[in-house]
């Protein structure tokens, strides 16, 4: 089963940029949840995907960020076969 990570599971995009660490600044984002005041479908100029900090900035159409708390939800077991390290770094071996 394919996994979406967080951002896709936040927003689609059309560009990003690493801005430092684990941080993301992603470009003309489309919500595909509703966050604070911003429901599903809304299309914004940017999305800082903030790790290190567990925050999510959104910025809207006159240049304001708007910043949310991450928070972390665990979801139902899966197996290691369902899991995608093609991308992992964490120096693991996951056989």
Known sequence: MERDTIEHQLFDWEGWDQV??????FYNVTLKVKIGQFEAGTKLPGAALLIESSILSLVDQN???HAFELTL???APVTLPQVNHDNCSCGHDHG
Request: net charge negative.
């Open 20 to 25: 430092g660490g684990m941080d993301l600044f």
């Open 63 to 65: 240049n304001v960020e």
């Open 73 to 75: 939800n665990v979801g």
